[in-house]
């Protein structure tokens, strides 16, 4: 009989940055119990994922393995690690516990999809503990860029496993809790590290969120007009940063954006916030001079239809931007975000708005550990095998080689990758297939389904519709037409490419032999032949072609 066995399983999250979903399971091969760590979310872009919603983890795996699945774990209340929750657990209904921010943000999640929120358990943090199989798991805090983030200590037959969630090393945070090293420190002796990776090439150590707020007063303070500010509206350490840094330049504060006044609403909710100073509303904001106002709006990575992007393109709310206004990131644009940010600041300087980012002065840091940091983890944990997790491929494999370079045996493991944690090194066991879901309107559909793929080569290439009518006898009715979308009218021939299509058909269906026109899918076959060709000659396009054929019957 095969011995039990700790695994270690990401299904999202390592690889790329985005979309976290971890797997740890302790028994026999095939026969563990498991437990779930994140539910993330990844956001689309038009290029790739034209028309989704939101992209998930592909949760097959573990489905097909729910009734071995004792508990799922939330480190944290941002996206990409919380995103998915009320989407996904109708498949994956195991008991649920968070830290109290997390779980209200939570449990709003779980009530938008019907549920009542009472699937998910408010535990404290260590030195409680929750059981939960063959594992026991308490909630280690943990300073990130949003409150209560927590990392987990996994204690397991095999020993103890630290999943660090996204951290930073920060003893002064402002608002939540800060990095205790004595804490961290002291939890020793550790099997395995499974570490954050983000930052492994950013060479200097991290600053503290309190170097932030001085920079950002003197910003405020300074701007004439009208000020906006925008960051990531979970960072409600940095929110508060702003609006104070407003009140105490003599501004009114405004929140715009359902994102910024839900995190805030939850902030004080929750008691993490006591003081946030008082806001109006943008209808009050209209009534006060210009350079009296300090909006603080969503869209920090340019989503189009948030607050910042809204008022680079016009109005928002009947706010709107003026030469002489001064626009704040106090953020850091996420790779991939640049031409939507870049869209932003351009449209910003239009309307000669002055734009200030973190390049320009120290307005923002970082809720990831740079490389000096990470190694400082390594350093208090002293873990016997070093698991690289969140972040692409190039950073999970530099955080592998940082780790064997200060003696720590380390794996890369990439999404589908099974790790055995139970030998003195890690040991690649298994490759599980892993994909992604889509959040296609209200349905989810596969990556392998063809729906998006289908999307992408109608972007690309266009569409032609043909109708053809058939009668009683086997014999074209009428002329074939044609319908065309997303294609040029006319071609090289200078004449319509529509008449073209409709000709070049309406001569084959003129000398089609009877078994041929009889046959649906032959006659089909054909026509999407002719009409590729004949727009490949006509516009150097082959588009997608749909064969609309309907019978008359007798």
């Given at each position: 009989m095969a011995a039990d066995r700790l695994i270690y399983l990401p299904l999202g999250g390592a690889g790329e940055v985005g979309m976290n979903m971890y797997?740890?399971?302790?028994?026999?091969?095939?026969?563990?119990?498991?437990?779930?760590v994140d539910m993330g979310v990844t956001f689309p872009d038009m290029d790739g994922t034209p028309g989704v919603d939101l992209i998930f983890p592909d949760v097959e795996w573990i489905a097909e393995r729910v009734d071995r699945l004792d508990a799922i774990f939330i480190t944290h209340a941002h996206?990409?690690?919380?995103?998915?929750?009320?989407?996904?657990?109708?498949?994956?209904?195991?008991?649920?516990?968070?830290?109290?921010?997390?779980?209200?943000?939570?449990?709003?999640?779980?009530e938008e999809h019907g549920f009542d929120g009472s699937e998910i358990t408010t535990v404290g943090a260590m030195p409680e503990m929750v059981e939960a199989g063959p594992f026991k798991v308490g909630f280690m805090p943990i300073s990130h860029s949003i409150p209560e983030s927590s990392a987990l200590?996994?204690?397991?037959?095999?020993?103890?496993?630290?999943?660090?969630?996204?951290?930073?090393?920060?003893?002064?945070?402002?608002?939540g809790e800060p990095f205790d090293i004595k804490a961290w420190g002291s939890l020793g002796p550790v099997k395995?590290?499974?570490?954050?990776?983000?930052?492994?090439?950013?060479?200097?150590?991290?600053?503290?969120?309190?170097?932030?707020?001085?920079?950002?007063?003197?910003?405020?303070?300074?701007?004439?007009?009208?000020?906006?500010?925008?960051?990531?509206?979970s960072n409600i350490a940095r929110v508060k940063t702003l609006a104070d840094a407003g009140v105490a330049a003599g501004r009114s504060v405004v929140l715009l954006g359902r994102a910024m006044k839900k995190m805030i609403g939850a902030g004080v909710e929750t008691g993490l916030i006591k003081d946030f100073p008082a806001t109006i509303t943008p209808e009050e904001a209209r009534d006060i001079p210009r350079d009296h106002?300090?909006?603080?709006?969503?869209?920090?990575?340019?989503?189009?239809?948030?607050?910042?992007?809204?008022?680079?393109?016009?109005?928002?709310?009947?706010?709107?931007?003026?030469?002489?206004?001064?626009?704040?990131?106090?953020?850091?644009?996420?790779?991939?975000?640049?031409?939507?940010?870049?869209?932003?600041?351009?449209?910003?300087?239009?309307?000669?708005?002055?734009?200030?980012?973190?390049?320009?002065a120290a307005i923002h840091v970082s809720g990831h550990a740079n490389r000096p940091d990470l190694?400082?983890?390594?350093?208090?944990?002293?873990?016997?095998?070093?698991?690289p997790m969140h972040g692409e491929h190039r950073m999970l494999r530099e955080h592998a080689k940082l780790g064997e370079a200060g003696g720590i045996a380390s794996v890369i493991a990439p999404n589908g990758t099974m790790v055995s944690l139970s030998g003195n090194r890690p040991e690649v066991v298994e490759f599980v297939e892993t994909g992604r879901l889509y959040l296609d309107g209200s349905i989810q559909v596969g990556a392998l389904d063809g729906v998006v793929r289908d999307r992408i080569r109608m972007a690309l290439?266009?569409?032609?519709?043909?109708?053809?009518?058939?009668?009683?006898?086997?014999?074209?009715?009428?002329?074939?037409?044609?319908?065309?979308?997303?294609?040029?009218?006319?071609?090289?021939?200078?004449?319509?490419?529509?008449?073209?299509?409709?000709?070049?058909?309406?001569?084959?269906?003129?000398?089609?032999?009877?078994?041929?026109?009889?046959?649906?899918?032959?006659?089909?076959?054909q026509?999407?032949?002719?009409?590729?060709?004949?727009?490949?000659k006509e516009i150097g396009k082959k588009p997608e072609v749909v064969v609309l054929i309907s019978r008359l019957t007798a």
């Open positions: 797997v740890y399971g302790y028994g026999r091969p095939g026969k563990e119990r498991y437990i779930l996206e990409d690690h919380i995103g998915a929750l009320g989407h996904l657990y109708p498949r994956l209904t195991a008991a649920v516990y968070a830290r109290k921010f997390t779980a209200h943000i939570g449990r709003l999640k779980m200590i996994i204690d397991t037959p095999e020993g103890r496993v630290v999943h660090t969630g996204d951290f930073k090393i920060d003893e002064t945070p402002g608002l395995a590290l499974v570490c954050d990776s983000t930052n492994v090439f950013s060479p200097d150590p991290g600053r503290s969120e309190a170097t932030v707020g001085p920079e950002i007063e003197r910003v405020v303070r300074e701007a004439s007009g009208m000020v906006v500010a925008t960051t990531f509206a106002l300090m909006l603080l709006a969503t869209g920090s990575q340019g989503e189009r239809r948030a607050a910042s992007a809204q008022l680079a393109r016009g109005k928002y709310l009947g706010i709107e931007l003026k030469g002489g206004d001064t626009f704040i990131f106090s953020s850091k644009t996420i790779p991939g975000n640049e031409v939507s940010v870049g869209r932003i600041t351009n449209g910003l300087s239009e309307k000669d708005v002055d734009v200030i980012d973190d390049k320009m190694q400082r983890m390594h350093e208090l944990t002293k873990p016997q095998i070093l698991v290439n266009g569409q032609v519709v043909i109708g053809i009518l058939i009668d009683e006898e086997d014999e074209p009715l009428t002329d074939a037409w044609a319908e065309m979308r997303g294609l040029p009218e006319v071609g090289q021939s200078r004449v319509s490419v529509q008449d073209i299509l409709e000709e070049e058909v309406g001569q084959f269906l003129g000398r089609a032999d009877s078994k041929t026109v009889a046959d649906d899918g032959k006659l089909e076959e026509v999407k032949r002719i009409v590729r060709n004949a727009c490949s």
